[in-house]
């Protein structure tokens, strides 16, 4: 569906160069965005859709599984031997249960979203090397070269367009089935469209490992920018009182230094890696 919708906005969009493709694809956005939240029949508007099943089991299930219940005793075995009285252990084991019903469900998250990225990037890394990865490359330097050579320039952008769309639709389809609900509204270009760009660029475009390394570096940074950021004031205010009017305005903007924290970041790699930490390979023949 993604690739398909991928194709609509291509043969739109795509006839557009630089600045202008930019603001056409994120107004193209806007648009679908508008739809999908505003259309009922379509996806139930601002009721959001729920109710999506998992790949993984529920943390609700795993807690009632007697097996599941069994692995987490045996875990835990030394712990709850310590407690004599049988009704706290037994209330013991059941917080237990419930906490690590959570930490099994990221575990089998995580280890479906490894067997993802290992496989795309197999598939890209085989692409990368192959005539047509060069093709791709050729006509990303030099348009009017490779078109001058024979290459079919509008049809191999929206190839790549249709591709892109159809992994980053199974980025969503992942991430919407882990929330298990899916509201239109909380797309935002700040949080996802900026994001994943910066991701790239910090990472290293032209690599695929320097995306992935992104990837984590600027997630893992969006994530615990606000706990470094309070970590930092507590720090350099610690002989101030907490009824001081600047330290308690700098506590209630915690959440909005990660914004600081990326646009820093953004710019000690621009000055210092302009081309990523993981920069492209150049092939000398």
């Keep these: 569906m993604q690739g398909g919708l ?6 739109v969009a795509l006839g557009l160069r630089a600045d202008y493709l930019a603001i056409a694809t994120l107004l193209i956005s806007e648009i679908v965005i508008a739809i999908i939240k505003h259309e009922d029949w379509l996806t139930r508007g601002v009721k959001n859709v729920i109710g999506l099943k998992r790949p993984a089991p529920y943390e609700v299930d795993l807690q009632t599984t007697d097996w599941f219940i069994k692995l987490v ?18 209330a013991a084991l059941n917080q237990l249960v419930i906490e690590g019903s959570s930490v099994f469900v990221k575990l089998c998250y995580s280890g479906l979203f490894l067997v993802v990225v290992i496989i795309l990037l197999i598939l890209t890394q085989k692409a990368l090397y192959s005539p047509w990865g060069r093709m791709m490359r050729a006509i990303r330097d030099n348009e009017e070269a490779a078109n001058a050579m024979g290459k079919n320039v509008v049809k191999q952008h929206l190839l790549i367009f249709i591709l892109g769309s159809a992994i980053v639709g199974i980025a969503g389809a992942m991430l919407v089935t882990q929330d298990g609900l899916f509201t239109p509204g909380s797309y935002r270009p700040m949080r996802y469209t900026f994001l994943i760009w910066v991701m790239v660029i910090v990472g290293g475009s032209g690599n695929n490992f320097g995306a ?26 610690a002989g101030i009182p907490e009824t001081n009017a600047l ?13 600081l924290l990326m646009g820093l970041g953004l710019l000690f790699i621009m000055r210092y890696r302009p081309k990523g930490i993981l920069p492209e390979k150049i092939e000398i023949k």
């Design 6 to 11: 991928a194709f609509i906005v291509g043969k």
């Design 73 to 90: 005793e045996k875990f835990n075995s030394g712990k709850l031997s310590v407690i004599e009285n049988l009704a706290d252990r037994q």
């Design 212 to 237: 992935i390394l992104g990837g984590f570096v600027v997630w893992f940074l969006w994530i615990e920018a606000a706990p470094i950021s309070l970590f930092l004031i507590n720090f350099f205010t």
């Design 247 to 259: 330290k308690a305005h700098l506590i209630e903007s915690v959440p909005y230094f990660r914004f």
